[in-house]
């Protein structure tokens, strides 16, 4: 008698289907789990273990016949399990092959959608040749717009900030409001040369912290000692470098120690007699800061662009160069459309820059010292002061 089975091992079980989730979860699993519950339950039927009946026991006079009823009886449960067996094999196999041809559906169907959606996708030209949407329509019939009427065309285009400074032909009170505009305490100071010659300030004549801007200075007086002979452009001055050297340096990099041993050859007083030749009624160098004004620098380069300080052409040209070599162009260099030779400084939230602008269509001086501000806001002064002027 073939021994029955009381449920598939484990290892005749589908592997995990797609997505991890456990292929037995599906309908046929389920269904196989109920076909052999149900063998289960006919293996262990009363009929397998069937007594001999209390008559049949208490019947003494045909004993044997009744072996052999019990016998038969035991022979066709036999063959009733077998085919029971057989019918529960057949069918395990049926749900285990449906099992399989569910699975590869599942691992073909990805493909299928792929190809679906690529059927159904539009080709490029038919989407050039849907109009695009009237972007006035909103996209949300439900938004608070939705029931607005509609804009004026008119009052629909940007409007220009009332506060917005523009330019009427009084320069001052333009400045006042640029500077006003921008964050941070600042003061500026614009010189045309040529051309209608407008000048124009804002704090112009406060004394401010200077930072390295009073190195314009301090170049000044070495080339009135170099030209009056009382230096020499081959002295040695700071870490191996000559007078020469350090005199650029000093401009284009604003390399502090070749300006501090300048410094301490003009000396303070010396410094002082300077800013005064210059016409700088603000400016004085004190221990602790130099300081200046926004009309001094002004004042100071237009008198260099123009010749009239007191050096000579070949002393002028190598000043011009060295601030045109200089390499900070955050500021007025940032918002010109023109060459700007300019001289920066900045310390302690301190942002200065001084220069000589020559645009296209003329020249002039601007200088703009702040404090608190940014270049940004050097930058874009600049820019407003140049579309003033031009």
Known sequence: MDTIKPMLPRENLPHRGPGGRPARHGF???????A???LLMTACSPAVFHPVSTQDAG????????HEQHKQELVAEEERLASGQAEAEAQRQRLEDETDEEESADAEDPVEDE????????????LRAVPAPDESTPEDPDSEDSDAAPEDPEQSQPATPADTPSFTGDLDSYLDELVAFHPGDISISV???????????????ESRVSASTYKVYVAYGILSRVESGEMDWDDPIE??????????????????????AFRGELGWEGLRDIAADTGGPATDFIPAYARS????????????????????????????DALESNIFRDGIDAGSAGS????????????????????PEGTYVLSIMSDGSDWDSISTLTRDVEAALY
Do not use: W
Not at 60 to 65: G, M, V
């Open 36 to 38: 052999t519950a149900a």
């Open 191 to 205: 010189a045309e040369l040529g051309g209608q010659g407008r000048t124009g300030s804002s704090a112009g004549a």
């Open 59 to 66: 019947s003494s006079a045909a004993p044997s016949s009744a």
């Open 28 to 34: 046929a699993y389920r269904a196989l789990g109920l």
């Open 115 to 126: 190809d679906q959606a690529e059927a159904e996708a539009p080709d490029e030209e038919d």
């Open 293 to 320: 004004s926004a009309n001094d620098l002004t004042a100071f380069m237009t008198r260099l662009e123009s010749g009239s300080l007191d050096i000579s052409a070949e002393g002028r040209s190598r000043l011009l």
């Open 239 to 260: 870490g191996g470098r000559d007078r020469a050297t350090c005199f650029a340096d000093m401009i284009s990099v604003s390399d502090n120690p070749c300006a501090d």
């Open 340 to 359: 700007v030779l300019n001289k920066v400084g900045f310390i302690d939230g301190y942002l200065n820059d001084t220069g000589i602008v020559r645009h």
